[in-house]
Nanobody, 116 residues
Framework: QFRLIESGGGLVQAGGSLRLSCAAS????????MGWFRQAPGKEREFVAA????????YYADSVKGRFTISRDNAQNTVYLQMNSLKPEDAASYYC?????????WGQGTQVTVSS
């Protein structure tokens, strides 16, 4: 029902910024919470941030709080992750997801590399 496509990953120096985007297909995108997870090599996938359907409520992992900001544009069916003050430990593949009740939809991921 939903297809998610991430973009915006790349190589950045420590202290730099990146903005990830996740474009979603589907007419009812605006009805569902969305978020981001990340997975580094050899590690489990971990929660990064989430945003409610209206954009009024945001959640963050402690490790990114104060540095990352999640937002969404329901008119554009897109969710964003602004990442500032990036650290080498932020390097990972970043995946967006859409929570539609009992179902979660995932994108293919976008790679973020942070050089020290």
């Amino acid at each position: 029902q939903f297809r998610l496509i991430e973009s915006g990953g790349g190589l950045v120096q420590a202290g730099g910024s990146l903005r990830l985007s996740c474009a979603a297909s589907g007419r009812t995108f605006r009805l569902y919470a969305m978020g981001w997870f990340r997975q580094a090599p050899g590690k489990e996938r971990e929660f990064v941030a989430a945003i409610s359907w209206s954009g009024g409520v945001e959640y963050y992992a402690d490790s990114v709080k104060g540095r990352f900001t999640i937002s969404r544009d329901n008119a554009q069916n897109t969710v964003y992750l602004q990442m500032n003050s990036l650290k080498p430990e932020d390097a990972a593949s970043y995946y967006c997801y859409l929570n539609a009740g009992p179902f979660n939809y995932w994108g293919q991921g976008t790679q973020v590399t942070v050089s020290s």
